[in-house]
């Protein structure tokens, strides 16, 4: 018996959401949708539900694709070589599961052992993509998905075919299903190709209104108590949206979205910038969707308004960090502009002067263009570590690009951790298992699938040979040895200087510039991170090791500058904090990043700052903690204070104006390549 499934029509609010999932089960050839938010936002339950509330498919009998009777085209070559009529049935419409630690092999299908070892034959066993076929293949926590399988997924998706070669085998079979996402942003980003392949995003964020937070609470309790009574209290809400899908399913094809909402469709996403063609076209399909599931025969300006909130926030994210979102006042007024300039276009068979289409002006917000960033011309007084600081928050400038920083690997660790930065083979048993080879001398790691299917077409002739021994005959040229991959993990830990000094001469906006840099890097290598602050009487922890560097862009953009220079403060929570951290994840290499001018003020007791600084410095440089010191001081006249502790530390040293130059690649890779 089947369990029980909560109600997709029985969901409190998350309306732009379902509404999306609705989009894509009237019409499956949009692309599909992702779903962005925290935790606890109804984001995997809204999947799992939405098969529950579509009507049923007809489907091949024997068919291991699912492939629909009624269009020839898209069978497989089982069904085509098949006499007509064929048998029918009807199912219920599939939801696959796609594991984030799913195997390629697994995704794509391969080779069917029992088959090859009974029969000595080589005969396809269908992977997830095959089983997905006609229905929704749902990847939680797709942004952690391995990327040789976001590549896979990627052109199956595109193609609506899976291609398979390998073992001898070479053959195609229909993937055509509705790709459905979710993730929590704050566990790391998309790649920008996968982001793109899903034609409608939704944010979903927790319900704010205390009604809608009791009212959750009341149905699930009421579903965990009595799921099969739950599901029949919402049998007829269920029905009534199966009904209106299928009348939208039915209207789809005759609905007109006419040129006027073409050209507004081609207005709006060439005005917010959006790259590629895909969004105009998905937006097309969504607003002729939208239209049909309201039961019109033609698409208006509303539909387009839907769709664009649908199809372009994270098809026009112009900057690192910049949150995928369309802000409705912007839209508003695109869409304004577009009614404005066919009014115009209609009122007169001529062209408008020259001057009467003068672009508009920024607004006051500085809507059409960015305001003017803050610089500190002149450096904050340092006052006594004891009273409150003058502070002021400088805004950081847009990061700009660094070069791919890939640590060289390493042979004497074999990190825990997988990251993104270094990628090598793995010496032992741990790492992603990717693939095989014909094992040599003594097998350490065994490829038990592997080994089977290279000895399978053999079993025959080896059984009639030898007829009184093992079910399955292995010979020393079978044995096939597992291939892993693994990718070193990294923990950079920012230290960041935000005194009174670092005002001056828009030092700040300089550092946080680069520091916004460097997480953007750290961000697509999924790297552990860390932030300390230093200013007036003490440094702090902003942000403990982590992988969200989007909560550290986040402190970063606030932390204010004002007061004395703290260095060893920094200096002794910065070998703290890689204490700590080394006790749980000892095979992580370890880099301090300090952003600073070197001038330490503020002793730990009542000693020389400068000369605490250099004592802890050398104390680093033995725990084998690796560094690169970022010297913040600009000007004709430098104390060079920073290349002396630099000195010390044993790391790197590089003046800021070097960020941009290519010096920080060789930097963090002899740094973190000597781990």
């Known amino acids: 018996m089947r369990r029980p499934i909560f109600p997709f029509t029985a969901l409190v609010g998350q309306g732009l959401m379902k509404r999306a999932l609705i989009l894509n089960a009237v019409n499956p050839k949009l692309g599909g949708v992702l779903i962005r938010g925290e935790k606890g936002t109804a984001k995997s339950t809204a999947v799992r539900a939405l098969a529950n509330v579509l009507p049923e498919i007809e489907v091949v009998v024997g068919c291991r694709y699912g492939c629909g009777p009624s269009v020839p085209d898209e069978w497989c070559e089982e069904c085509a070589e098949r006499e007509a009529p064929l048998p029918i049935a009807e199912r219920q419409v599939p939801i696959v599961n ?74 195609a079979h229909p993937a055509r299903f509705i790709l459905v996402g979710t993730m929590n942003p704050e566990e790391g980003d998309l790649r920008p190709q996968l982001l793109d392949r899903f034609a409608l995003a939704v944010e979903v964020e927790g319900l704010p209104v205390r009604a809608e937070r009791a009212e959750v609470v009341r149905r699930r309790i009421a579903f965990e108590s009595d799921p099969a009574l739950f599901a029949e209290r919402w049998r007829a809400e269920e029905e009534a949206e199966r009904v209106r899908i299928l009348a939208a399913r039915a209207l789809l094809p005759s609905v007109v979205v006419d040129d006027q909402m073409l050209d507004l469709i081609a207005h709006l996403c060439a005005d917010f910038q959006v790259d590629g063609l895909r969004a105009d076209i998905v937006m097309y399909k969504t607003a002729a969707t939208l239209a049909a599931y309201a039961g019109r025969h033609r698409a208006n300006e509303e539909d387009v308004r839907d769709a664009a909130e649908l199809a372009l926030p994270h098809r026009r994210r112009r900057r690192p960090f910049e949150q995928p979102r369309l802000d409705p006042g912007d839209l508003d007024r695109s869409m304004q502009q577009h009614r ?65 920083l890939a640590a060289p690997p390493t042979r004497d660790k074999q990190p825990k951790r997988s990251g993104r930065r270094s990628r090598a083979q793995s010496r032992t048993t741990s790492g992603q298992y990717v693939s095989a080879t014909p094992a040599k001398d003594l097998v350490r790691d065994l490829a038990l699938d592997a080994t089977i299917r290279a000895a399978a077409p053999y079993q025959p002739r080896r059984r009639a040979s030898e007829p009184d021994g093992p079910a399955l005959k292995l010979r020393r040229t079978d044995l096939q040895q597992k291939v892993r991959e693994r990718k070193a993990g990294n923990l950079i830990l920012f230290a960041v200087d935000a005194s009174g000094s670092m005002a001056a001469r828009g030092r700040m906006a300089a550092a946080k510039q680069a520091v916004l840099s460097l997480l953007l890097d750290a961000y697509q290598k999924r790297d552990r991170i860390g932030l300390i602050s230093f200013r007036g009487p003490r440094a702090d922890l902003l942000l403990p090791p982590t992988n969200s560097v989007d909560l550290a862009e986040r402190r970063l953009q606030t932390l204010p500058t004002g007061g004395r220079t703290p260095l060893v403060h920094a200096l002794q929570l910065g070998l703290t904090t890689f204490d700590r951290h080394r006790e749980s994840h000892p095979e992580d290499v370890p880099l301090m990043l300090l952003v600073s001018d070197g001038r330490a003020n503020v002793p730990l007791g009542s000693g020389n700052a400068s000369a605490e600084a250099h004592a802890l410095a050398g104390e680093i440089r033995a725990r084998g903690i690796h560094t690169i010191v970022v010297d913040t001081e600009t000007g004709p006249i430098r104390m060079g204070m920073c290349r002396a502790l630099s000195e010390s530390l044993g790391g790197r040293y590089l003046p800021i104006e070097q960020l941009q130059a290519g010096d920080l690649l060789s930097a963090i890779r002899s740094s973190v390549g000597r781990a």
Not at 139 to 159: G, I, T
Not at 363 to 386: C, K, L, N, T
């Open 98 to 171: 796609l594991p984030v630690g799913a195997t390629e092999d697994r995704l794509t299908g391969t080779l069917d052992l029992e088959e090859a070892i009974s029969r000595g034959t080589r005969r396809f066993e269908p992977g997830l993509l095959a089983a997905a076929n006609r229905g929704i293949l749902y990847v939680d926590e797709v942004n952690l998905l391995n990327d040789h399988l976001v590549d896979v997924l990627l052109d199956a998706a595109a193609m609506g075919m899976n291609y398979v070669e390998r073992e001898g085998m070479s053959l």
């Open 340 to 404: 404005d300039e066919r009014d115009r276009e209609s009122e007169s068979a001529e062209p408008p002067a020259q001057s009467a289409d003068a672009p508009d002006a920024p607004d006051a917000e500085g809507r059409d263009g960015e305001a003017p960033e803050p610089h500190g011309d002149a450096p904050e007084p340092e006052g006594d570590p004891r009273e409150a600081p003058n502070e002021q928050v400088v805004a950081a400038g847009d990061p700009y690009a660094i070069p791919m």
